[in-house]
């Protein structure tokens, strides 16, 4: 069965401070990818990594980095985190060359700057 | 560019009936993939159902199809025999021109599905 985690199902972090949202897929997928979500506005992609040490950026990088040092883990770091971060971030994976591309889903982070 | 609409913010519909969550999309390409994700309250997002442009038949899966008309641009999703667990958030998604095997999706807003008892 496809599995796909989230460190933290909530969290809460002041204005400033560094935040590591880690993800990690036990389906030995090449590809991952960091979506937020906001309501009126679906998903939108932050980054997204194809293989380890290899990363692109989303529609909405700007305030974000990622890490991908293992195939199975890509973290998502808000080097220093502004209210309008607060969202829903979700992780997601998926195989190169299947049929489908399908995208896997954790269950997501629901963040909180104050 | 790219584009995948959902007009329905919200729908209703009675338990034991079915309803249709409308999808356009507009893209140049003559190879793409469409999917449905249900995401429930809790927030994850499950997949549903995937429709190629080159498939002849309508994608099904137990009570969820996908009613793709190609000329129109349109992959509606149809649920028969709703049941009070369908209740959730939906999306249409589109496989990313240029993608390559990277398999980047674009999302519509979603749709909120109420299934009243």
């Known amino acids: 069965d496809v599995k796909v985690t989230q460190s933290s199902r909530y969290l809460v972090k002041r204005t400033g401070e560094k935040v590591f949202l880690e993800c990690v897929q036990d389906m030995d997928h090449e590809n991952m990818f960091w979506y937020r979500q906001d309501p009126g506005l679906g998903l939108r992609l932050i980054y997204f990594s194809y293989d380890v040490k290899m990363k692109e950026k989303g529609d909405i990088p700007e305030g974000y980095s990622v890490s991908r040092e293992k195939k199975e883990r890509f973290s998502l770091i808000l080097e220093s985190a502004s209210t309008n971060q607060t969202s829903m971030y979700l992780c997601?994976?998926?195989?190169?060359?299947?049929?489908?591309?399908?995208?896997?889903f954790g269950p997501g982070t629901r963040l909180t700057v104050l | 560019a790219q584009k995948i609409t959902q007009t329905q913010p919200g729908m209703f519909v009675q338990e034991k009936e079915a309803v249709t969550l409308d999808c356009t999309y507009d893209t140049s390409d003559q190879s793409y993939g469409l999917f449905w994700y249900k995401q429930p309250s809790s927030g994850e997002m499950i997949f549903l159902i995937y429709?190629?442009?080159?498939?002849?038949q309508n994608a099904t899966e137990g009570r969820y199809s996908l009613n793709f008309q190609k000329a129109r641009k349109s992959a509606n999703l149809v649920i028969s025999a709703s049941q009070l667990g369908d209740s959730a958030m939906y999306f249409c998604a589109m496989r990313e021109h240029g993608s390559g095997n990277t398999g980047k999706l674009i999302f519509g807003q979603g749709t909120t599905l109420q299934v009243k008892p």
């Open positions: 997601a994976s998926s195989s190169t060359g299947g049929s489908t591309d399908t995208q896997y």
């Open positions: 429709q190629g442009s080159y498939d002849e």
